[in-house]
């Protein structure tokens, strides 16, 4: 019921940057953390970054320092600005929301996008 879906991968040269977005919509009461994951072929699923409500972000080790996670909770929307990319960058990137249903007794809810390539090379 919830739907994610995101936007802006691409192919970029190493060093080069992009931005990510994913846009929630949908029956939802509120949005609490909101974060993007990646998978590589052949490679599980990874956390890049979340965010919380509150602005509270959190980044996985290989990211920090060069990623930078963001959210409009008015759009119910968040942001991915990567810089300083690397080829091992290169994966399939989801977005990643929980939050409740404006439906109801207020069901927790888990969604996930399709997903977004970001291929780096050169």
């Not at 979340?50 to 972000?57: A, D, L, N, V």
């Not at 930078?68 to 977005?95: F, G, H, P, W």
């Not at 109801?104 to 390539?117: D, E």
Request: proline share 2%; hydrophobic share 30%.
């Amino acid at each position: 019921q919830v739907q994610l879906v995101e936007s802006g991968g691409g192919l970029v040269q190493p060093g080069g940057s992009l931005r990510l977005s994913c846009a929630a919509s949908g029956s939802i009461f509120r949005l609490d953390n909101m974060g993007w994951y990646r998978q590589a072929p052949g490679n599980q699923r990874e956390l890049v970054a979340t965010i919380t409500s509150g602005g509270s972000s959190n980044y996985g080790d290989s990211v920090k320092g060069r990623f930078t996670i963001s959210r409009d909770n008015a759009k119910n929307t968040v942001y991915l600005q990567m810089n300083s990319l690397k080829v091992e960058d290169t994966a399939v990137y989801y977005c990643n929301a929980d939050g409740q249903h404006n439906i109801g007794y207020r069901l927790p809810f888990v969604s996930w996008g399709q997903g977004t390539q970001v291929t780096v090379s050169s």
